[in-house]
C-alpha cells in the first residue's frame, strides 16, 4: 500500500528536479527510505541473504505513525 502511495506521488510530483518534487519535502524522503527499506527486507527474505540484519530496517517504521502524528493533531492526545 505504501509503495503504491509512493509512486502514485512520484509520477505526481515528479522525483528529483523541481521546485516541488518528491524528494524536496522532509516527509516524503522518510516516506521513500521506508519504502524501500521495506523492499530490500521482502527481497532479503525471499532470496534468504543473512548478510544484512533487517531488524535496523524495521526499526525505520516506527517513524511512520509519528508522520500522521503530525498532520491529525487529535492523535497526539
Known sequence: MFTIEALMKI???G???GETTY???A????????????????VGYYTRY??????????LRILRPMKAMKT????RK
Open 11 to 13: 509520477v505526481a510530483l
Open 27 to 42: 516527509w516524503n524522503v522518510m516516506d521513500f527510505v521506508i519504502v524501500i527499506s521495506g523492499l530490500t527486507e521482502i
Open 50 to 59: 543473512e548478510g544484512f540484519n533487517m531488524r535496523i530496517l524495521r526499526l
Open 15 to 17: 522525483f528529483i528536479m
Open 72 to 75: 491529525i493533531p487529535s492523535l
Open 23 to 25: 524528494l524536496k519535502f
